[in-house]
């Protein structure tokens, strides 16, 4: 069953920093606690003492994220920002390939299980993106993630100025590993959630698992009465609502590889996420760099205008999808990725950044898209 993401332009308050997001818990990007003013309906009655202060998380060393920052504001905040945290460890564990005893891992072992909920789920929503965008989403990458050393696992080896440093795997290698990867053959059951994977194949959720990790976060928020915050997982935002006096969140797309911001997006009850070259990458003997976004159909980096120095921004509803878009429109490259959202405008928006400095934006956010350091083009459908 194909899931639909309902794309809106609404508006919010949030510093976002291209693929690794920071916002400042001290007000800066969220607002100052207790300056918002109430909503015009509220009463001294009625009033919420608590709806305008902001609570705020910091979760360490999770899904391979250095920290995660969570606010909330709201008399329940402080029971949904535990309740929040309590999640992520949850699903990091259940999905990690770095921990055996993971599903991800033990099916990996095994070449086949049974699914538990989550990860039937981002299965199907991974098998379905790998349908729709021409296998450019493919959960069957591990091998060559293995292979060019950008799992989890590795640890790059920094010279004095703090670049990685390696070799690249050989044409040999990469051709060998591409042969395992194809998401097209994996065997899944949805009714009953079996999975059979073939031989030596191995899969892994990094692509969508933070994103689907913020949008269960804001899920339980909702439960838990919140209707303002914030997630920050590592640069995977999600807002729940507006701020807390009705005003937009303003997340800033970060430009990490020329000290400035791309622009400003502002969104409510969205996701904003993005995927970019300069996130993770190493450079080899030979000068070249080679980044951690990998082209199922080549083994090698994506470098079709998106590579070490692009950057592609995903605004939808559903952190799931718009974690999984970020990667594939990357490897499709501009062209096949505005073709892309041609057939899928009611679903998601973009801001795409190519390799020669040229920016696009969707028309679904015109209204609520600006920058004052670049010129930019709005692509119509």
Not at 171 to 183: F, G, N, P, Q, R
């Amino acid at each position: 069953m194909k899931r639909k993401i309902i794309a809106a332009v609404i508006a919010g308050l949030l510093l976002f920093t291209g693929c690794s997001a920071e916002y400042s818990v001290n007000g800066t990007a969220g607002g100052n606690a207790g300056d918002s003013a109430k909503p015009a309906d509220t009463t001294e009655k009625d009033a919420d003492p608590l709806a305008d202060r902001a609570f705020d998380r910091v979760i360490y060393d999770a899904m391979t994220v250095p920290y995660m920052s969570l606010r909330a504001y709201g008399q329940h905040a402080e029971d949904a920002l535990i309740a929040g945290e309590v999640e992520i460890r949850r699903l990091d564990d259940l999905l990690s390939t770095g921990k055996a005893d993971s599903d991800t891992a033990r099916i990996n072992a095994n070449g086949r299980g049974t699914l538990s909920r989550d990860t039937a789920y981002l299965t199907e929503v991974s098998l379905d993106l790998h349908d729709s965008t021409g296998g450019a989403f493919d959960i069957s990458v591990y091998p060559l993630m293995e292979l060019w050393g950008f799992t989890s696992q590795f640890e790059d080896e920094k010279d004095n100025t703090g670049t990685s440093r390696r070799e690249a795997p050989s044409d040999k290698e990469i051709a060998d590993t591409l042969s395992l990867v194809d998401a097209s053959k994996i065997e899944y059951d949805a009714e009953t959630g079996g999975i059979i994977l073939p031989d030596q194949m191995q899969i892994d959720f990094g692509g969508i698992a933070k994103g689907y990790t913020s949008q269960r976060i804001a899920d339980i928020f909702r439960s838990n009465g919140v209707t303002s915050a914030l997630i920050d997982l590592g640069g995977n935002i999600q807002t729940v609502g507006s701020k807390p006096d009705g005003s937009p969140w303003k997340v800033a797309l970060n430009d990490r590889n020329r000290g400035t911001f791309l622009g400003v997006v502002q969104v409510k009850d969205m996701a904003v996420i993005s995927s970019g070259g300069y996130e993770r990458n190493f450079t080899a003997s030979d000068g070249k760099v080679y980044h951690h976004i990998i082209d199922p159909a080549t083994g090698y980096p994506a470098d079709n205008g998106f590579s070490v120095d692009a950057s592609v921004s995903i605004i939808c509803s559903d952190g799931t999808m718009a974690d999984g878009l970020s990667t594939s429109l990357y490897v499709m490259g501009p062209e096949k990725a505005i073709e892309y959202w041609r057939a899928h405008s009611d679903e998601f928006d973009f801001v795409l950044m190519t390799d020669d400095d040229k920016m696009y934006v969707s028309e679904g956010i015109e209204d609520s898209f600006s920058s004052d350091t670049y010129k930019y083009e709005i692509v119509r459908k």
